[in-house]
């Protein structure tokens, strides 16, 4: 029973080790890696690259340095407050005579994170009313879910409200709705121009747009391509009202569902992974710049107005595994176990690897020595393979780990 007791103790002190040596040694010698911030110029037909440091730096795809100033003149659509202060905003760009109304209406930027996607869903949302004649949008003191029919909760008695629950549930119902739903989307909060309801996913895989209309359901059910199942759903409010949302598939197509129409529109993006880039969309007066951040590299995609590909620039950076800190590291530890992920908000344990075999070796130094100690020691070999078992697979952890919890106390 004690010798049990001692491996669960040097068990528990491993992974303790596992987490806090690595944030240590990270918190003291990580260097942040700075990612290009790319745009698009409207003016030249190019790409220009802003670069984080004391100060930061701006240049195009050529090699050209330019001052700040001269780089906010380059990207009108990004910064045409700026250049109306300084007088600097160009009249007429590609033909078309510059209208800040137009510009603002026209501009929108929406970004996705894959622990938007890996993260708690509620489980009640409030509807809003869309039509209610108020030039602010209030807060419904009901809130609703969908499980085997449509059920709105009082918020202040959490009792259901039944003729309304029935309205809604048989308004899914008769447009072929099937209970219960899987995914339900869209932006419940007051801080939005207007409430376009919610994008919702049935048993069936089919999807529907639900909102309320003077206290009465409105129902609308979209046509999907045979076999297109979504992963996510990201909607989104923007000025110029073109479309409802942004729409991630298991194959990681990333479709947009116009509005008025409720037209599926499949965008000519072919590098996005939900499940670890983060996603940036820019919209202008003339294009949208799509931006993919990989892990070592970005990739920038610019769209027309109609969604077609116009032009794509690519640049990479090193692991941080292939920086001096990280070389060294995977010498010094096999892995590292943490409680959070980047592209999740669920807590739980991860486990990454150092990347390459690296730490083997000094597992083996670890191996040798305690056998150096046992010998010391005149322990029995026999009597310390578990240990010796610990140390040639954890390493570091491992050797620190049995010798806080050291056999003799359990002799």
Known sequence: ??????????????????????????????????????????????????????????EDTRGNKYTREKYEQKLPMMNFQQLMISGLMPDTIRGKAMDMHEIGLNRSFARFKPEDMNGPKPALFPLFESQSGRANIGMPDDFFRITWRVEFLDAATNKIREEKSQLFSAALYHNGFAFPATRIEGLPTTRKSCDEGYLIVDSSNQLFHLKMVKDKPYVRKISLP????????????????????????????????????????????????????????????????????????????????????????????????????GKIFGYIFPAQLSLEDPNSKYINFYWKGSGGIGWVLL?????????????????????????????????????IAINLFQNKFFD
């Open 226 to 325: 045979e076999g297109l199942r979504f992963k996510h759903i990201q909607c989104v409010d923007f000025k110029d009202k073109k479309y409802y949302a942004y729409l991630f598939s298991e194959k990681n197509e990333i479709f947009i569902l116009t509005q008025d129409e409720y037209e599926l529109v499949k965008l000519p993006i072919t590098a996005f992974n939900a499940e670890s880039c983060d996603l940036k969309i820019y919209g202008d007066l003339f294009n949208y710049n799509v931006t993919i951040d990989h892990e070592d590299h970005t990739d920038v995609v610019i769209l027309d107005k109609d969604y077609k590909r116009v032009k794509s620039y690519q640049e990479g950076w090193p692991l941080i595994s292939e920086h001096t800190e």
């Open 363 to 399: 597992n083996l130094i670890l191996v040798g020595v305690h056998l150096v100690i046992l010998r010391r020691r005149n322990a029995s070999l026999q009597g310390h393979a578990v240990d010796l078992a610990f140390v040639a697979v954890t390493g570091i952890y491992g050797f």
């Open 1 to 58: 029973m004690e010798k049990l007791s001692r491996i669960i103790l040097v068990l528990v002190a491993i992974l303790v080790l596992a987490m806090t040596l690595p944030m240590l040694y990270w918190m003291a010698f990580e260097q942040p890696v700075s990612k290009p911030f790319v745009l698009y110029s409207c003016l030249d037909d190019d790409f220009f690259i802003m670069r984080q440091g004391k100060p930061n730096t701006f």
